[in-house]
């Protein structure tokens, strides 16, 4: 029986004694290493043995045809409301799995929970180095020795945020083990809001000593503070949202810890604010575009690079220049939630075309980042017609359509060179102004200000406009206003009322959320946060039908190459019987190959048809596998009980 547990001796032999990993951000050493004070006492190997994580916490668009933690239009990776597929949409896990938490398909599918595996070995990473730093302490400065303690503390209390975001309570560990203590190897778990507290003690030490800059793309005080309030905004809301669910009976003073967790994240995001480095500068495309080089601007903490001269490239420009059809895609209900340019969503809104959802209509009245994010036509690339752009620049798909690629290699294969911006500041001031919400909203905390707004919300809408954008009819959308919010008659709906948390009474809450929603598109963000606001259940077609729909279109007309607004949507004849579109009154139209003057409404995927049951509270926690469960029964027939606590709804 594989062990499971954080020894994994032959993985952790591997991974914690590997220095700088090539992959990443154009560092080209590799070497490796003696666990001794040769190694140890050299502060240039402590920066090639941190090196070798930037690939696991920072994947950007990973690399060559790998597409793990990449964005959604080519991975797969998202699951939740903002994403459809053709055929059965992707299901959540249902049944507790042997071995799912090693093996690479497992992996695929917690990524798109957002969450990781059943994994200590890089807890193990990070307490060893730990360990070693405070053995060989005479050998540093001050400084060198709180800053790379910092970085390493910071690792772990992230790893295991990111554990427990994904199984809720798991055992802690803050040294390494020996490979002959079982008791501490099978220890039950432990609940997470002592794992977090702990967490929180790591990230308190990371933000206080890293270092302000340790030089472009290497993780400084403000990567580590972003990071750190993402961690603590997860939590805090959980223990919100997630009060009362039976997986959270081990753990005590949750209101208490659910205040400190948000106020953790705010002070954390407000270290990064406060500290005058960032603004909003660089029009939204660029920041995922740019091909060769940094993007221009201050919004981005850490950028992951890619280089010819390392053979560091990637596929997904590819699968976003309609080289090839995307696999995940935005559905109707995304369409629905961008808010218009006055600041209004559209069943509110004033502007004309504003309840179009034909996708040039949408670029001219919704936030300029829809135009940044979706093509302006639909595509019969593409099975609801809205097609993926944020991830290349704006001449890649033009010149795909246009059929005059002539083998460039920033737009084929797995040549492509554009960088990610893995850290934002936008997630800071995003995470920041949501914390500040929450704690006014269910603690009696300081009420969110206009200025709150104007520093977070409104900076954010006020980013530039690159002259494609404004030649399509984007505009910056209008301030959030604290005194005249919109109602979004969404948000009492009945289909929120059917989720886990119930329909959000604050409208300033729902406004942040969409905020997020529009900002982190297929980023991997959504699947968190809907899990951690109590939300999974808007995946499910049955109560949410916009997630089975794609954008309005009128067949005949966008398969028009003279209009300037639509490119051919290019109807063959093998898709009749498969191509359908729904009327806005619910009547579905099948095309049979002489009916094109009928095919206008909303794009249905080919034979879209909805998930499995969601499954009610307890599939917002992953199970602990059966292998991690016979391992511990099975080291107890050795001579002492040994016993894991399954997550509730998850015992066989």
């Known amino acids: 029986m594989k062990k499971f547990i954080p020894i994994l001796l032959s993985v952790v032999a591997a991974l914690v004694f590997t220095g700088c990993n090539t992959d990443f951000l154009d560092r080209s050493s590799k070497v490796t290493m003696t666990d001794n004070a040769d190694y140890w006492t050299k502060a240039e190997n402590l920066r090639l043995f941190v090196n070798g994580a930037y690939n696991n916490y920072f994947t950007g668009y990973n690399s060559g045809w790998s597409g793990t933690k990449a964005p959604t239009c080519f991975s797969r990776n998202e699951c939740s409301d903002d994403i459809s597929t053709g055929s059965a949409q992707y299901d959540i896990l249902l049944t507790n799995p042997n071995d799912n938490w090693f093996r690479s398909e497992g992996i695929r599918l917690l990524v798109r929970r957002g969450g990781t595996g059943w994994d200590f070995s890089w807890v193990r990473k990070w307490n060893t180095m730990i360990e070693r730093l405070e053995m060989y302490k005479d050998s540093y400065t001050q400084e060198e020795y709180n800053h790379w303690m910092g970085v390493a503390r910071f690792f772990r209390a992230y790893e295991y945020s990111t554990i427990v975001m994904s199984f809720g309570d798991v055992p802690y560990y803050d040294h390494v083990l020996e490979n002959t203590d079982y008791d501490e190897q099978y220890k039950d778990r432990d609940p997470r809001s002592v794992v977090m507290q702990k967490c929180m003690e790591d990230f308190d030490f990371a933000v206080a000593n890293i270092r302000t800059n340790d030089g472009t793309d290497y993780v400084n005080r403000y990567v580590a503070a972003t990071m750190a309030s993402r961690a603590m905004l997860f939590e805090g809301t959980w223990y919100i949202y997630h009060k009362n669910d039976p997986a959270m009976k081990t753990n005590s003073n949750v209101d208490a810890l659910a205040k400190t967790f948000l106020e953790k994240a705010r002070d954390y995001a407000q270290i990064v604010m406060d500290s005058g480095k960032y603004s909003f500068s660089t029009e939204f495309n660029a920041l995922f575009g740019t091909y060769k080089g940094r993007p221009a601007g201050n919004e981005i903490l850490l950028y992951r690079s890619y280089s010819n001269d390392l053979a560091i490239r990637h596929c997904i420009a590819s699968y976003c220049n309609m080289r090839e059809g995307q696999s995940g895609f935005a559905n109707l209900s995304t369409l629905k939630a961008w808010i218009c340019n006055d600041g209004q969503p559209y069943t509110n809104s004033n502007l004309a075309g504003a309840d179009s959802f034909e996708m040039h209509d949408l670029v001219a009245t919704r936030d300029p980042r829809f135009e940044a994010t979706f093509y302006r036509t639909a595509t019969h690339l593409n099975g609801t017609g809205i097609y993926t752009t944020k991830f290349i620049n704006r001449e890649g798909p033009d010149i795909w359509m246009d059929n005059t690629n002539s083998g460039r290699p920033e737009y084929r294969s797995n040549t492509n060179l554009n960088g990610y911006p893995c850290i934002r500041y936008a997630e800071a001031v995003l995470n920041w102004i949501e914390a500040k919400a929450e704690l006014a909203d269910k603690f009696g905390g300081t009420s969110v200000t206009q200025a709150d707004l104007d520093r977070s919300i409104n900076a954010i809408r006020n980013r530039p406009l690159a002259n494609e954008a404004i030649a399509r009819g984007a505009k910056k959308t209008a301030p959030l206003q604290i005194s005249n919010l919109p109602n979004d008659p969404a948000r009492t709906s009945a289909l929120e009322a059917k989720t886990h948390a119930g329909i959000v009474n604050s409208p ?39 997630i089975l729909l794609g954008c309005w279109a009128d067949l005949k007309k966008v398969s028009n190459p003279e209009d300037p607004n639509e490119r051919p949507y290019n109807i063959a004849p093998a898709d009749a019987g498969l191509l359908k579109v729904q009327k806005a009154d619910g009547t579905i139209v099948t095309y049979n190959g002489s009916n094109l003057d009928e095919m206008v409404g909303f794009l249905m995927p080919k034979n879209v048809r909805d998930r499995g049951a969601i499954g009610g509270v307890k599939q917002y926690l992953e199970p602990i596998c059966r292998d991690v469960i016979n391992d511990y029964a099975n080291k107890s027939k050795e001579g002492k009980e040994y016993k894991i606590t399954q997550n509730p709804g998850w015992e066989e």
């Open 508 to 546: 300033l809450i729902w406004e942040i959320r969409r905020e997020r929603r529009m900002e982190f598109f297929a980023e991997n963000f959504r699947t968190l946060d809907i899990r951690r606001w109590g939300k999974l259940e808007l995946m499910q077609g049955a109560d949410n039908p916009d």
